[in-house]
């Protein structure tokens, strides 16, 4: 098994930055890739952003490059998603995720395994 916990939630106004993170316990060896995902209310969860933990592969979705960046910590086993230039369209539950599955670096919600219990980003226009 793999926890995975996310902290770094908060309000913030529209322009302003946070960065949230995620840190992964457990059966960490078998981590193959993180991702980050969000739901807004009324909505799907989405894909945000993923990470292998080699570093090697990353991808975002199209509304959030040039703003997100997503980065590892290997020693520390924790993966961050820096936000900048928040819209209030940012604004959703955001959720971290571990996939074990070699190979791959997905961005479908039912291809991860382990989910944290998400962390609230408000941002105010």
């Known amino acids: 098994q793999v926890q995975v916990v996310e902290s770094g939630g908060g309000l913030v106004q529209a322009g302003g930055s946070l960065r949230l993170s995620c840190a992964a316990s457990?059966?960490?060896?078998?981590?193959?890739?993180m991702g980050w995902f969000r739901q807004a209310p009324g909505k799907e969860r989405e894909f945000v952003a993923a990470i292998t933990w080699s570093g090697s592969r990353i991808y975002y979705t199209n509304s959030v490059k040039g703003r997100f960046t997503i980065s590892r910590d290997n020693a520390k086993i924790t993966v961050y998603l820096q936000m900048n230039s928040l819209k209030p369209e940012d604004t959703a539950v955001y959720y971290c995720?571990?996939?074990?599955?070699?190979?791959?670096?997905?961005?479908?919600?039912?291809?991860?395994?382990?989910w944290g219990q998400g962390t609230q980003v408000t941002v105010s226009s």
């Open positions: 995720a571990a996939d074990t599955t070699r190979g791959r670096t997905s961005q479908g919600v039912e291809d991860y395994d382990y």
């Open positions: 457990g059966r960490t060896f078998s981590i193959y890739a």
